[in-house]
């Protein structure tokens, strides 16, 4: 069982930066793909970047290409987003995932979930 807890959300304005950890209390760690999605009421969870287990590959929606860098601590089993350039559409929910096997851009192919962290983009 892998247990994931998200933080680094908060309220932050338009042009600012957060950056969003997920801390994974597991040993093997490194054997897990890790992905970021987000949620806004009423809507699908989308993904946002992942990143491979070995940490060489990574890949990030449109929407958030060149403004978001995901990356992998393993020495404290955490993989961070850092969110550069914000906007008011990339207000959300976040959720950190763990996917055993290799790294997908699809929820459905995650196996465990964090409870979420809200980021808040004020115009």
């Known amino acids: 069982q892998v247990q994931l807890v998200e933080s680094g959300g908060g309220l932050v304005q338009a042009g600012g930066s957060l950056r969003l950890s997920c801390a994974a209390s597991v040993r093997t760690f490194g054997i897990y793909a890790m992905g970021w999605f987000r949620q806004t009421p009423g809507k699908e969870r989308e993904f946002v970047a992942a990143v491979s287990w070995s940490g060489a590959s990574m890949a990030y929606a449109d929407s958030v290409k060149g403004r978001f860098i995901i990356s992998r601590e393993y020495a404290a089993n955490t993989v961070v987003l850092q969110m550069n350039s914000l906007k008011p559409e990339d207000t959300a929910v976040y959720y950190c995932?763990?996917?055993?096997?290799?790294?997908?851009?699809?929820?459905?192919?995650?196996?465990?979930w964090g409870q979420g962290t809200q980021v808040t983009v004020s115009s």
């Open positions: 995932a763990a996917a055993n096997g290799g790294y997908r851009t699809t929820p459905r192919h995650y196996d465990y």
